[in-house]
């Protein structure tokens, strides 16, 4: 026997399931500024969001360790917008009365795990140094797509 409610009730499910498979896949995360700071909690975070599939928007400012979500996730879940900076500049650290040294081992690692076209961008630039190199507009946009 047909039964209406059956049929709406199974069509309701549908289209939440829908629904939700659909926001899933448009899960993003949205770098809006900054500025960098430590190595370790971006390693972390970038990690995970390379596992969860999500894609990056970088709509602002990314300085410093921030640069690593370009060595963690895939280059296909990376978009830019007219906002993004992306900056670069040679490894330190701070020693215990607070002085900053640089780290060349530290600073060729980062550099070789750019991908390629980032990588040739700052060796054009002469490399990473203390300067902080920044990446935007028509540049970046060759190397990575627009947000859409």
């Known amino acids: ?27 993003e995360v949205r770098i809006i500024a900054s500025p960098g700071g430590e190595v370790g909690p971006f390693l972390d975070l970038f990690e995970k969001v390379r596992e969860s599939g999500e894609r990056v928007v970088i709509d602002g400012p990314c300085l410093s360790a921030c640069t690593l979500v370009l060595s963690l996730v895939p280059e296909d879940r990376i978009c830019v917008t ?7 500049h040679a490894a330190r650290s701070m020693d215990r009365r607070g002085r900053t040294y640089a780290e060349p081992e530290a600073s060729q690692l980062v550099l070789r795990a750019y991908p390629y076209p980032v990588r040739a961008w700052i060796e054009r630039r002469g490399g990473l140094t203390s300067r902080l190199l920044l990446l935007r507009g028509r540049e970046l946009k060759a190397i990575y797509p627009t947000c859409r």
Not at 82 to 88: E, T
């Open 82 to 88: 007219r906002r993004a900076v992306l900056g670069f």
């Open 1 to 27: 026997m047909f039964s209406w409610t059956r049929l709406i009730l199974t069509l309701v499910l549908a289209v939440t399931l829908w629904a939700i498979a659909s926001m899933l896949a448009r899960a």
